[in-house]
């Protein structure tokens, strides 16, 4: 059974920085497109960040330039690391892993949520202003 744990978040003021992480087990890593979702109080789940199986990645604009997602398979975990954090960057921050990544061409990245079939339970992330 795949399972996916996100850590690494936690309270910053503005203009700080956080490096959230990801792990799976119970799966071949290297095999899923893995991508990074939030969501507020009382707003839909958005996308933030995804990575492919060969480690192209793509960003919302909204924090392009200021997050920086990576892989390390040997780990069988990501990472978002997040600078210049904002106080509209609060919220849950999610994992999610896509299966279906490896029957794509290895540039596949998935960035709506019902692409992913496996999530994580999320970790806060909140900037104060």
């Known amino acids: 059974q795949v399972q996916l744990g996100e850590s690494g978040g936690g309270l910053v003021q503005a203009g700080g920085s956080l490096r959230l992480s990801c792990g799976l087990s119970g799966g071949t890593f290297s095999r899923y497109a893995v991508g990074w979702f939030r969501q507020a109080p009382g707003k839909e789940r958005e996308f933030v960040a995804a990575i492919s199986r060969s480690g192209s990645t793509v960003y919302d604009d909204s924090v392009k330039g200021r997050f920086t997602m990576s892989r390390d398979n040997a780990r069988n975990t990501v990472y978002l690391q997040m600078n210049s954090l904002k106080f509209e960057d609060t919220a849950v921050y999610y994992c999610?892993?896509?299966?279906?990544?490896?029957?794509?061409?290895?540039?596949?990245?998935?960035?709506?949520?019902?692409?992913?079939?496996?999530w994580g339970q999320g970790t806060q992330v909140t900037v104060s202003s």
């Open positions: 999610a892993a896509d299966p279906d990544a490896y029957y794509f061409s290895d540039g596949y990245m998935p960035s709506r949520p019902d692409q992913y079939d496996y």
